[in-house]
């Protein structure tokens, strides 16, 4: 694996880098199944996955990586597992936080605050500010995101800034409106990776995956392996993005 990792990483040109991934970690269920174990340890699995892939995206000098954690369908599981799952976030994070400092990542939960508890939030932000001045990696964790959800908050807040005076409503084109996403400030994601075979977007960034690309794979979420992220981006930079322009004489028009 280790020999795999290396040849792969030096095909990777660090000028054409994307500068986001996103990435829909799916499969921890079917990981257990597999396994014959139970659900919370595929989700157990899939936290070790994280923290492998936020290890290689800071080796290789990503600016942001976003991951998809829990999404405001999650909320339809079990009631067991949907706390086991929040408790396992906050967990991770509160045990990560001196380690992602130390490597210079910056994290953030992007979402919606409704159903989660005031002191779930409240404690999310404490935990993730001790990292707000780094600046190697920006980590953005998607919990209790849903895209459908983002754009009905982000038009509430336009109506509201609207009726008091603070918006001109004439002048809203894309630039202003992503100002009211969750993921205001934060580049469009380049590439958005998916795995177990699934090939949808399951409410996903469905604003800012506009013009992505998108890199689908069978590998089960807890087996996605620093080698294969790293294939995925090579092969992203094998693509042609033109954004819906045409090349004539090598050149976009």
Request: hydrophobic residues 35%; positive net charge.
């Amino acid at each position: 694996m280790n020999s795999d990792y290396k040849e792969i990483k030096n095909k990777i040109d660090p000028g054409l880098l994307p500068r986001h991934i996103a990435i829909i970690m799916d499969g921890n269920g079917r990981w257990a199944e597999l396994h014959n174990t139970k659900r919370i340890n595929g989700h157990k699995k899939g936290v070790e996955a994280v923290r492998k892939i936020v290890e290689v995206s800071v080796e290789i000098g990503l600016k942001y990586l976003t991951i998809y954690a829990f999404s405001t369908e999650n909320w339809a599981r079990s009631k067991r597992e949907v706390n086991y799952l929040l408790k396992l976030i906050m967990d991770s994070l509160v045990n990560e936080i001196e380690e992602l400092n130390r490597n210079g990542v910056n994290i953030r939960f992007i979402g919606s605050r409704k159903e989660l508890s005031e002191s779930y939030n409240k404690k999310v932000i404490e935990t993730c500010k001790k990292s707000w001045k780094n600046e190697k990696l920006y980590l953005n964790v998607a919990m209790n995101y849903g895209g459908r959800r983002e754009l009905i908050e982000a038009i509430q807040q336009i109506s509201h800034d609207y009726a008091q005076n603070k918006l001109d409503i004439s002048r809203l084109d894309n630039k202003k409106l992503e100002q009211y996403l969750y993921t205001a400030g934060i580049p469009d994601p380049d590439l958005i990776i998916r795995t177990s075979g699934e090939q949808r977007l399951s409410n996903f960034l469905i604003w800012q995956s506009a013009y992505s690309e998108f890199w689908f794979t069978h590998t089960l979420w807890p087996d996605f392996s620093k080698a294969e992220f790293l294939q995925a981006i090579v092969e992203y930079q094998n693509r042609d993005r033109r954004f819906g322009k045409r090349i004539i004489n090598k050149e976009l028009i």
